[in-house]
């Protein structure tokens, strides 16, 4: 039963990203390597302040996977933002939530097929987002499921920056987080 249960929402994961999901027409832009993100990030945070930083982690989702996204008025979004803009477009699908087993080994295989991935804790209050960004995934007892790999680039004032960390690294549970798609 489980295995037909995993291959059915697999299933319908496939045809809503191949033929009945809704495509929006993508502006692509040079790609930037998680690392190279975490250098200007540490630049931007060093040379204009905490209220610059806001707008980072938009900037880097759109960098890391080469995509003109994430923008209000020719300007990226605040890390605030994010959430209430991804889950009302038609460009992104929720996934699910990160307590899924199949929802973490989806997250992970799409970001290292270079299609967008992120998390979202829906219970903050700023609704602080994280890049599922291309790697391995490893086990978390916390959690109890397998974790993608990740980077986060929270505001000055926030918790530290990280590339190349699980994504249990930014949350202590994975109640509330919820996994986004770029279609």
């Known amino acids: 039963m489980k295995k037909i249960r995993l291959s059915l ?19 692509h832009i040079e790609k930037r390597s998680i690392e190279q993100l975490l250098v200007e990030y540490e630049e931007w945070q060093a040379g204009k302040g905490a209220n610059n930083t806001k707008t980072f982690t938009a900037k880097a989702i759109s960098a890391y996977y080469g995509i ?19 889950s009302s477009s038609s460009a992104w699908h929720n996934l699910g939530d990160a307590k899924d087993k199949l929802v973490m080994d989806n997250a ?55 590339v190349n960390k699980t994504l249990n690294y ?7 987080i919820e996994i986004w798609v770029r279609k």
């Open 108 to 162: 992970q295989e799409f970001a290292n097929k270079g299609v967008p991935v992120i998390a979202t804790d829906t219970d903050d209050k700023h609704k602080l987002t994280v890049l599922i960004i291309a790697g391995e995934q490893a086990s978390s007892s916390k959690w109890g499921v397998k974790v993608p790999n990740a980077a986060a680039f929270f505001p000055k004032n926030g918790p530290e920056p990280f």
């Open 9 to 27: 929402v697999a299933l319908s994961i496939l045809m809503f990203f191949g033929c009945g999901g809704e495509k929006m027409e993508t502006v």
């Open 68 to 86: 003109e996204d994430l923008k209000k008025d020719n300007q990226y979004i605040e890390y605030h933002d994010i959430y209430d803009f991804v």
């Open 170 to 176: 930014a949350w202590s549970s994975p109640d509330d």
